[in-house]
């Protein structure tokens, strides 16, 4: 079982940034890959980045990439999304998830993922 909290959102002007944590509970952290995935008002929840269990290998949608970057800190049990360049159609809520165990980076669909956050707001101002 993972437990996982999300923090650092916020209000950020156009431009901006900002950089979220997922605190995950647990001895297996290590063990996961893990993610992190966004949903506006009125869309589908949708994939923002992954990071593999050892850090050695990350995904990015087509749309944050070159701006968002995905890490990790397995001996704090953190894994991390610092989000530069911000955009307002980044605003939405950002959840972090835990793929599937032993699931390899690359998954995209929510489903891959077994463990999820309670969220935190971005929301980007034009």
């Known amino acids: 079982q993972v437990q996982l909290v999300e923090s650092g959102g916020g209000l950020v002007q156009t431009g901006g940034s900002l950089r979220l944590s997922c605190a995950a509970s647990?001895?297996?952290?290590?063990?996961?890959?893990m993610g992190w995935f966004r949903q506006a008002p009125g869309k589908e929840r949708e994939f923002v980045a992954a990071?593999?269990?050892?850090?050695?290998?990350?995904d990015y949608a087509d749309s944050v990439k070159g701006r968002f970057t995905i890490s990790r800190d397995n001996a704090k049990n953190t894994v991390y999304l610092q989000m530069n360049s911000l955009k307002p159609e980044d605003t939405a809520v950002y959840y972090c998830?835990?793929?599937?165990?032993?699931?390899?980076?690359?998954?995209?669909?929510?489903?891959?993922?077994?463990?999820w956050g309670q969220g935190t707001q971005v929301t980007v101002s034009s």
């Open positions: 998830a835990a793929l599937i165990r032993g699931s390899r980076v690359g998954i995209t669909t929510p489903s891959g993922y077994e463990y």
């Open positions: 647990g001895r297996t952290f290590s063990s996961y890959a």
């Open positions: 990071i593999s269990w050892s850090g050695g290998s990350t």
